[in-house]
């Protein structure tokens, strides 16, 4: 097994951190916008990347999609 990266993750607290709360009120709004989609927005198969970046971006244009469709819809 491969691993890339050395990120660590941090621990629950007691406390949040204004950056954690921050990133979880994001996470809460992305989370209603794609309630009503039907689609996750990716397309169906099998996808390599030569680079992160390009899943990356692979992957917020799918987001991207998904928040549209569900708009559309919704």
Same mark, same amino acid.
């Given at each position: 097994m491969r691993t890339v990266g050395n990120k &660590?993750? !941090?621990q629950p607290q &007691?406390?949040?951190s204004a950056a954690a709360l921050a990133q979880a009120a994001v996470h809460q !709004?992305? !989370?209603a916008a794609l309630l009503p989609a039907l689609t996750c927005?990716?397309?169906k198969g099998v996808y390599r990347y030569a680079t992160h970046e390009a899943a990356n971006q692979?992957?917020?244009e799918a987001l991207v999609r998904a928040i549209a &469709?569900?708009?559309r819809h919704g």
């Open positions: &660590l993750i !941090a &007691l406390q949040p !709004a992305t !989370a927005g990716v397309r692979a992957s917020e &469709l569900s708009q």
